[in-house]
């Protein structure tokens, strides 16, 4: 089991930037990946960003590209999602997920992919 808690949340003007964290717990020495997911009110739960643990190799949305950045600290087995230039369309529920095994590009954008989930954390950004 791996259990992850999301923080660092919050409400933020449009341009402005925040920095979520990920802490991860339990068997985490068999994770492969860790990846940030959004859900905005009313619409499917988005990917965000993901990494690999070990190799940290990146994965970005074409739509935070260049704006978000994604890293981990191994030896506090967290993960951090760096949020600048935010747009009110940012706003959503954040989730941190974990995967236990490989997938290529294209899986490591697919919830599927993640066996764990944290319980999420709230961004909110006003125009």
């Known amino acids: 089991q791996v259990q992850l808690v999301e923080s660092g949340g919050g409400l933020v003007q449009a341009g402005g930037s925040l920095r979520l964290s990920c802490a991860a717990s339990?068997?985490?020495?068999?994770?492969?990946?860790m990846a940030w997911f959004r859900q905005a009110p009313g619409k499917e739960r988005d990917f965000v960003a993901a990494?690999?643990?070990?190799?940290?190799?990146?994965y970005y949305a074409d739509s935070v590209k260049g704006r978000f950045t994604i890293s981990r600290e191994y030896t506090k087995n967290t993960m951090y999602l760096q949020m600048n230039s935010l747009k009110p369309e940012d706003t959503a529920v954040y989730y941190c997920a974990a995967a236990l095994y490989y997938s290529d590009a294209v899986g490591r954008r697919r919830e599927s992919s993640y066996e764990y989930w944290g319980q999420g954390t709230q961004v909110s950004v006003s125009s």
């Open positions: 339990g068997r985490t020495v068999t994770t492969y990946a």
């Open positions: 990494i690999t643990w070990s190799g940290g190799i990146t």
